[in-house]
Structures are given as C-alpha cells and as structure tokens.
C-alpha cells in the first residue's frame, strides 16, 4: 500500500485519482505530478513500484504544500484575519458564510442545525 504524506492512498484507484486523497493535490495538480515523473495515469496505485512511489513522495514534499503544513497555514490566515477584526474574520469568528453567501435561508453548512425560535411576534403583528 502506497502512504504518502502520512496518508494511506487507495490501492484500486487510477494514480491520478489516488494522489488526491492528499489535502492540497487536486485532480490537476495529481495530473502534473504524473506527467512530471512519466507515469502511466492509467496505472493504479496498487501496480506503482516503490521506486516511482518513493518519486512522488519526493516530488510533494518538495515542491507542493500539503497536509499539515498547508492545513496550519490556512488556520494561520484565518487566525490573522480574525486578530485584524476585518468583516472576513468576524464572520470566521462566528461560524458564518465569509464570502457574501445569504444566511436567511441555507448556509446551513456553517450555521450548523437549525435552531427553532418559538413565541416570537413578526414585525407589527401579533402572536
């Protein structure tokens, strides 16, 4: 079994479609790594000689941010934001949609599960 970045890849995937199981290796950035090291897309993971494993296991840690590192870095963006009290992160702070998405419905996602409020009289009504 093929473990890169501390993670185990899918031994019956394509190579192309396996590497992206790593957090920052999307479909095309997979698609360069293979074209760089000449592999076959169409081999599967589980066909891959330790050699060209032990490739792409040095081509990512070389040249791509993955994993921990690019997980840490994106927490420290969003900490940054947060700690400048720009309008981006107090919507951070408070579990809300930061890119201008409409939270009177949907946005459930970052909201989280419904909250009901009961007893509540609308605008110049009555309960």
Do not use: C, W
Request: aromatic content about 2%; glycine content about 12%; cysteine-free.
């Amino acid at each position: 079994m093929a473990r890169i970045s501390g993670v185990d890849l899918p031994p019956n995937k394509r190579v192309e479609h396996g590497l992206t199981a790593i957090f920052g290796v999307g479909l095309r950035t997979a698609q360069k790594i293979v074209a760089t090291i000449g592999i076959d897309p169409s081999k599967k993971i589980k066909e891959l000689s330790d050699d060209e494993v032990t490739k792409i296991r040095k081509l990512i840690e070389t040249d791509y941010k993955v994993e921990g590192s690019l997980r840490a870095e994106i927490a420290a963006d969003v900490k940054r934001l947060i700690d400048i009290g720009s309008y981006r992160g107090s919507r951070h702070k408070h579990g809300l949609p930061a890119r201008g998405q409409r939270t009177r419905t949907n946005a459930r996602t970052r909201k989280g599960k419904k909250k009901t409020v009961t007893g509540k009289a609308g605008p110049g009504g009555k309960k």
